[in-house]
């Protein structure tokens, strides 16, 4: 079993930047990663994928502003957040998953924008 834990959640001013960690137990080396965001009363939504071969993909709505990266020797996952909105604040969960329906979550970090 891989446990994740998210870091580097907070307040940040509109147009200011974070960067999110994702710290994992074991090795993330076949698994494919993802960063997910919920936001009062709506329902959870992928923000940004990489997958095993790095391959990556992000929703629309942060697509340019966002950045997914991985290190698989330190088992950890990034999202760099540049030209926050007030529509970005949510809880970012991480996400572990790879073939056989192998799946886990982390339990979130706070990511609060003010406008």
């Known amino acids: 079993q891989v446990q994740l834990v998210e870091s580097g959640g907070g307040l940040v001013q509109a147009g200011g930047s974070l960067r999110l960690s994702c710290a994992a137990s074991?090795?993330?080396?076949?698994?494919?990663m993802g960063w997910y965001r919920q936001a009062p009363g709506k329902q959870r939504e992928l923000v940004a994928r990489i997958t095993s071969i790095t391959i990556t993909n992000y929703a629309d709505s942060v697509k340019g502003r966002f950045t997914i990266s991985r290190d698989n020797a330190n088992n950890t996952v990034y999202l760099q957040m540049n030209s926050l909105k007030p529509e970005d604040t949510a809880v970012y969960y991480c996400n572990a998953e790879r073939w056989g329906n192998v799946e886990y979550w982390g339990k979130g970090t706070l990511v609060t924008v003010s406008s």
């Open positions: 074991g090795s993330i080396l076949l698994y494919n």
